[in-house]
């Protein structure tokens, strides 16, 4: 089963990004920074994890106020480096794991955390500022692979402390359960004390930073008990964020031993380090707990393989079908629309389609699409397309024909979501 080597916290103002992209390592100013980071970069060499958990917030670059979640987990097969305004980092995009991202969602929402779940997302410094300095990349490539968990902690209301904390230990559960042979390793970052908007703008308090740093160690319990407001006053509005903290710590056993931790401050944000290792004894009937959870995880859609011609849309089918339902969503873009209707292969090419992908398309191949992984309602929107209805739909989903199928209904009528053809 899936172990957790550690945890880390770290934080991730884009300070530490430009000090090393302008290579400011032997800067009076800002040298302290790598010496600081320099001990969590050899923990992570040692270690070398298969895969980091990563807690962060994403700052208004790839999510809006249109939708914004408290939790939201990543699922996708890589992800990009965010253009935040000025371009984007020369960086290289650093892989995802969908199957451990999978595993982490249904086990989580078996603890009755409720998700929602991106891919093709580009993160922004909340990941690679940090982390940017702490993976050695000796051949360019990142040298594991990331499940980025984004905390949506600046439209309130946002999660409690206590519900962060919880959250870690869920999260806890979710890792040891996981049933492939791999080390994991739990990244939270944000804060510490820092405010960067109004008249309030530029506080901090290294004091509170440095009793944060120990309390995390040895008395989260007694952070879970503080206040947005409480955490607010003491670090700063934005400094708050570090409830993200508590995600990792509670990931972690109660009794742990730090191995490396710092503190400076070259600016607008405290910046601090982290490094915690179990120290609980491991349970001789541990796999038989997580084999409990596996099952309870499996209880909500057991039997439903026994259904004819069912197939659930679960996160494995939406990362393998990303590109074709991508695809048939935008048919819902008039410009992509015409483009399709018009010249079909310049479409697909443009959408980056598999030739199969495309077979699917050109063949109006129903129930193909949705045995590939299409969620049905993207068929709904490819049949409004070209102009049939979905009792098309569904009668060759069974393989009859229209007239065959309205038979079986109460009404023969025919309808789509089409509205008035532009």
């Known amino acids: 089963m899936a172990r957790i080597i550690g945890g880390v916290a770290t934080s991730h103002t884009p300070v530490i990004g430009f000090a ?24 992570f060499k040692a270690k070398k994890p298969d895969a980091i958990v990563y807690i962060f917030n994403d700052h208004v670059t790839s999510f809006f106020f249109d939708h914004y979640s408290s939790f939201t987990l990543g699922i996708g097969e890589e992800y990009q480096v965010a253009d935040e305004g000025g371009s984007s980092r020369d960086l290289p995009p650093i892989k995802g794991d969908p199957k451990l991202a999978a595993h982490i969602a249904s086990s989580l929402v078996t603890d009755e955390f409720d998700l929602s779940y991106f891919q093709d997302k580009p993160l922004d410094h909340g990941f690679f500022s940090p982390m940017s300095v702490l993976l050695d990349r000796p051949d360019g490539q990142w ?3 990331i499940v980025p968990l984004q905390v949506g902690v600046l439209q309130f209301p946002i999660p409690t402390a206590a519900r962060c904390y919880k959250l870690g230990k869920a999260l806890r559960r979710a890792i040891e359960s996981y049933p492939e042979d791999i080390d ?40 879970t008990q503080m206040t947005h407001a409480e955490y607010a006053k003491l670090g700063g509005f934005e400094g708050a964020e570090v409830i993200m903290w508590l995600v990792m710590r509670g990931a972690l056993s109660d ?6 931790s710092s503190y400076y401050l070259p600016s607008m944000t405290g910046i601090g380090t982290l490094v915690l290792e179990n120290e609980a004894a491991e349970l001789p009937d541990a796999e038989a707990v997580n084999e409990r959870h596996r ?11 026994k259904m004819t011609g069912t197939y659930p849309f679960d996160i494995a089918r939406s990362v393998k079908g990303y590109r074709i339902n991508k695809f048939l969503h935008d048919l819902v873009i008039p410009e992509h629309r015409a483009l399709f209707l018009d010249d ?15 077979d699917l398309i050109r063949d109006r191949d129903w129930p193909g699409m949705i045995r590939y992984g299409v969620i049905f309602f993207m068929l709904e929107k490819l049949a409004a397309v070209i102009g049939v209805s979905n ?18 209904r109460n009404t023969q009528v025919v309808y789509s979501v089409a509205g008035t053809r532009d």
């Open 20 to 43: 090393y992209d302008q290579h400011k390592q032997y800067d009076p100013s800002w040298a302290p920074i790598f010496k600081a980071f320099k001990p969590v970069e050899d923990w």
């Open 143 to 145: 040298p594991t692979k």
């Open 184 to 223: 994991v390793a739990v990244v939270a970052t944000g804060g510490l004390s820092h405010q960067v908007h109004g008249e309030g703008a530029g506080f901090n308090n290294p004091e509170w930073d440095h009793k944060f740093l120990d309390a995390i160690t040895d008395d989260p319990t007694g952070l």
């Open 255 to 260: 009794k742990v031993k730090r191995i490396h």
């Open 295 to 305: 099952a309870r995880m499996a209880e909500q859609l057991a039997g439903i393989e």
């Open 344 to 358: 079909p292969e310049t479409a697909f090419k443009e959408g980056g389609l598999t030739d199969e992908e495309g």
């Open 391 to 408: 009792l098309h739909v569904y009668a060759a989903m069974r393989g009859e024909t229209l007239e065959d199928f309205l038979m079986t």
